[in-house]
């Protein structure tokens, strides 16, 4: 079975701060995703990864950024927390066009 | 651009009475479509897909090009499909997610 691990399950970072949310999968997939989920807005995808060294900008990039420097990891980086970026973050994987696996998510408070 | 509308933020239905999802989606290609499930306190997890036809704890989805549509039916609620669903479509390499809607099975 697909398991695809976050790091945190709950975070809370000051505004200003630089924050690190990891995403480890381990099933070999190359395909990994980034998403937020708010209510009332569903899931927006931030970031995509389809190989290592190699990103993507999905719908709402602005004010993160992200690092694959292995293929089994994938890492979501907040420059400069600010409270809009207060939510629940998911990790995804999938390989090819099958589709994707979920992380448990981390909940996100940005004080 | 690609998109999906699920026009019901919450549905609640009676256990033991037929379910109906909406699910309407804008796309230009031959979309694949998908049915993610929540459960409380568990992960998103998928539900089933258009291309599969086949039934998953009981429900059903068809892909209606012509209405571009995928909703998704249950016959007769049970008290465990309480839970958020969203509806996916995949095209030009991502995923795009509707905004769930939370179905609520009143025993």
């Known amino acids: 079975d697909v398991k695809v691990t976050q790091s945190s399950r709950y975070l809370v970072k000051r505004t200003g701060e630089k924050v690190f949310l990891e995403c480890v999968q381990d099933?070999?997939?190359?395909?990994m995703f980034w998403y937020r989920q708010d209510p009332g807005l569903g899931l927006r995808l931030i970031y995509f990864s389809y190989d290592v060294k190699m990103k993507e900008k999905g719908d709402i990039p602005e004010g993160y950024s992200v690092s694959r420097e292995k293929k089994e990891r994938f890492s979501l980086i907040l420059e400069s927390a600010s409270t809009n970026q207060t939510s629940m973050y998911l990790c995804?994987?999938?390989?090819?066009?099958?589709?994707?696996?979920f992380g448990d998510g981390t909940r996100l408070s940005i004080l | 651009a690609q998109r999906v509308t699920q026009p019901e933020k919450l549905l609640s239905v009676f256990k033991g009475a037929p379910v109906e999802l909406k699910c309407n989606y804008s796309?230009?290609?031959?979309?694949?479509l998908f049915w993610y499930v929540q459960y409380s306190r568990q992960r998103l997890q998928l539900l089933l897909r258009h291309i599969s036809r086949e039934s998953i704890k009981g429900f059903t989805a068809d892909l209606n090009k012509g209405e571009t549509s995928f909703h998704l039916k249950k016959p007769f609620a049970q008290e465990e499909d309480s839970a958020m669903y969203y509806c996916?479509?995949?095209?030009?390499?991502?995923?795009?997610f509707g905004t769930g809607t939370r179905l609520t099975i009143i025993p």
């Open positions: 796309y230009s290609g031959s979309p694949e």
């Open positions: 099933m070999d997939h190359e395909n």
């Open positions: 995804a994987s999938s390989t090819g066009k099958q589709p994707q696996h």
């Open positions: 996916a479509l995949f095209g030009n390499e991502k995923l795009t």
